[in-house]
DNA sequence: CGACGTGTAAC
DNA sequence: CCTTTTACACGTCG
């Protein structure tokens, strides 16, 4: 049967969610900040409305620059991830009705399989997205853009083409002309320092690439890599639309002052703990890993890790940070940290869950 | 093979 | 001036 897929992406998503609970700041230009606590304006922009776009402020740059670049009308609010994700949750809870299968990409993002649903119909499929539209708006009050195609890749890139509110399907007959003439760059997946290397072998556009020497790709690439890239350059894309379990948790944070005291860092990741731990518990999880996170005054990252006895006590975790940091310090004498963070990864799931069945039988059967 | 650290990518 | 969180691939080591 035909293969569809839908990638569904809310709108300016946390800049929406902020613009419906305070009607007064309806219509103007918002810009949603990470501040990191160093000083007045120090921190990045997680999300920019249109409005605020159109000033040429974007993610991921510094508060300070979007406020030079902003009007009077510009409203800057601080990013608040709790209120966002029971948002979210409520709109992905409504979206599992709507498939086969459900894959929460990010808090903002979905691949929907609605291959059973649609009976292998691209009309039906349409359908199916014009009613997901419509339940989200008047449940929420909020937009989205779709996109359908093949598979996850090409949903991906169709939804990528009409924002905000758009609605974009890419069927099979349509990839080639769809993904021939763009730049291999613009390739979802494909990001700086790979279409950097692409340039410098002369490949251009996903045509360039997909009819590249295989061998030649696989000299720079390795073999795995080399095959997915030329795939990709098709348009093609094998991945399934799973269900996604956490793999790892973690909490970074910004220190006040760069620092390589023990004592000023250990007590920025006791504060992040208490965030792990609140999710530790809610996913009714343990984990054996525990990473620590270092981010130096040049801003490279570095991290340590260590593997131990099962548990779901984020006190051990706290311990096992505390002997990798001095580690740490120990192995670089002479360096500060700006940031740090811990993670717990390789995670257990204790209670049984409906999601779990198909995780556990998945991984076991690898 | 598991553990560990880094690089790349995306949001 | 420079945030946060997650995933995954790969090289290396024991």
Not at 41 to 49: E, H, L, R, W
Request: proline content about 2%; overall charge positive; hydrophobic content about 40%.
């Amino acid at each position: 049967m035909q293969r569809i897929v839908m990638h569904m992406d809310l709108d300016s998503f946390y800049a929406a969610v902020e613009e419906k609970r305070r009607p007064e700041i309806r219509g103007r230009p918002i810009v949603i900040c990470v501040f990191s606590g160093r000083s007045a304006d120090s921190g990045a922009v997680a999300t920019a409305n249109y409005r605020a776009r159109g000033f040429g402020i974007k993610s991921g740059m510094p508060i300070a620059m979007a406020k030079r670049l902003a009007d009077g009308e510009t409203v800057f609010l601080r990013y608040d991830i709790d209120f966002y994700r029971e948002v979210s949750d409520r709109i992905m809870g409504m979206l599992e009705e709507d498939c086969d299968v459900l894959e929460q990409a990010s808090i903002d993002e979905a691949y929907l399989d609605v291959s059973r649903k649609s009976m292998g119909s691209w009309e039906n499929a349409e359908q199916i997205a014009m009613a997901i539209k419509r339940k989200i708006r008047e449940t929420e009050d909020l937009t989205c853009s779709i996109g359908i195609g093949p598979n996850k890749l090409m949903a991906k890139m169709a939804g990528k083409t009409k924002k905000p509110d758009g609605l974009t399907a890419v069927k099979d007959e349509d990839v080639g002309k769809f993904i021939s003439g763009m730049d291999a760059g613009k390739i979802h997946g494909i990001g700086a320092k790979t279409a950097e290397a692409l340039n410098s072998m002369g490949i251009r556009t996903a045509g360039d690439l997909a009819k590249f020497s295989p061998l030649a790709l696989e000299q720079k690439f390795g073999k795995n890599k080399a095959r997915l890239l030329q795939e990709k350059a098709q348009g093609r894309d094998e991945s399934p639309v799973e269900e996604r379990v956490p793999q790892q948790i973690s909490r970074i944070g910004t220190l006040r002052q760069d620092t390589r005291d023990v004592d000023e860092i250990f007590e920025k990741l006791k504060e992040l703990a208490a965030g792990l731990e609140t999710r530790i518990r809610k996913k009714n999880v343990s984990f054996r890993t525990v990473s620590i996170i270092a981010i130096d005054t040049g801003l490279e990252m570095q991290t340590r890790s260590e593997t131990i006895a099962e548990t779901g006590d984020v006190n051990a975790a706290l311990e096992t940070a505390k002997s990798l940091l001095h580690k740490f310090l120990s192995d670089n004498p002479d360096r500060r940290l700006r940031r740090a963070g811990i993670r717990v990864s390789n995670l257990v799931y204790k209670k049984e869950q409906k999601s779990l069945g198909d995780f556990a039988t998945r991984y076991f059967m690898r």
